[in-house]
Structure formats: structure tokens, C-alpha cells
């Protein structure tokens, strides 16, 4: 069992930064894909950042390239979420998720653990 605990979140201005953080417990840290989603109120979990277990490819949705970055530390069991530009639109609870198993790194089903959330809000 893999536990996953989001920090990073807040309150803050459009145009503002974040640097959201999701420290993982587990020795096989390395060997995991990991990626955050967010979920808006009303609307569905959607993905934002993709991160391979190497960290030799990165993957982001459309309405975050450019703006979001994802990272990780293996040393640190610890993958990051580095949002510049924010907009009132990125206003969501945003979770982390760990996954070992094969498939679409942009899918919730690939991730196996997932985090309880940490709250995002953006005003304009």
C-alpha cells in the first residue's frame, strides 16, 4: 500500500504561482508513474501532468502546457506540480497519483494510489 500526501495548495491571485508537493511511502518509489489530476466543484476528476517512473517524459493536458510543470525526486519520494500564470479556470482540488501498472499515462485508471487533495483556489 502506497499512501500519498498532497501540500502545496492555497489561495492566490490570478497570474500568481504555486508549487504544489506529494510526498509518497514507499521504498519502490522509483518504479512508479506518477500524476496529478484536478477536480473542479460539479465537474468530473480530470488529468493535468503525467510524469514517466524515470522522469524521461512528461505529459500535460492542453490547458495547463506551457504554465504547469511536473517533476519528481525519487530521492526524496516526492513528486512536484510547478504552476506559473495561474487562472481562476485552475481552481480545483488537485490530487497526486502513483501507478505501476502499464497503459494511458493521461487515464485515472492507470494510477492505482491517489492522495486525499489539496485545495487550489484562484481569484481573479
Known amino acids: 500500500q502506497v499512501q500519498l500526501v498532497e501540500s502545496g495548495g492555497g489561495l492566490v491571485q490570478a497570474g500568481a504561482s504555486l508549487r504544489l508537493s506529494c510526498v509518497a511511502s514507499?521504498?519502490?518509489?522509483?518504479?512508479?508513474?506518477l500524476a496529478w489530476f484536478h477536480q473542479a466543484p460539479g465537474k468530473e476528476r480530470e488529468f493535468v501532468a503525467a510524469?514517466?517512473?524515470?522522469?524521461?517524459?512528461?505529459y500535460y493536458s492542453d490547458s495547463v502546457k506551457g504554465r504547469f510543470t511536473i517533476s519528481r525526486d525519487n530521492a526524496k519520494n516526492t513528486v512536484y506540480l510547478q504552476m506559473n500564470s495561474l487562472k481562476p479556470e485552475d481552481t480545483a482540488v488537485y490530487y497526486c497519483?502513483?501507478?505501476?501498472?502499464?497503459?494511458?499515462?493521461?487515464?485515472?485508471?492507470?494510477?492505482?494510489?491517489w492522495g486525499q487533495g489539496t485545495q487550489v483556489t484562484v481569484s481573479s
Open positions: 497519483a502513483a501507478g505501476g501498472r502499464a497503459g494511458n499515462y493521461l487515464s485515472s485508471r492507470r494510477y492505482d494510489y
Open positions: 510524469i514517466t517512473w524515470s522522469g524521461s517524459s512528461t
Open positions: 514507499t521504498r519502490t518509489f522509483s518504479s512508479y508513474a
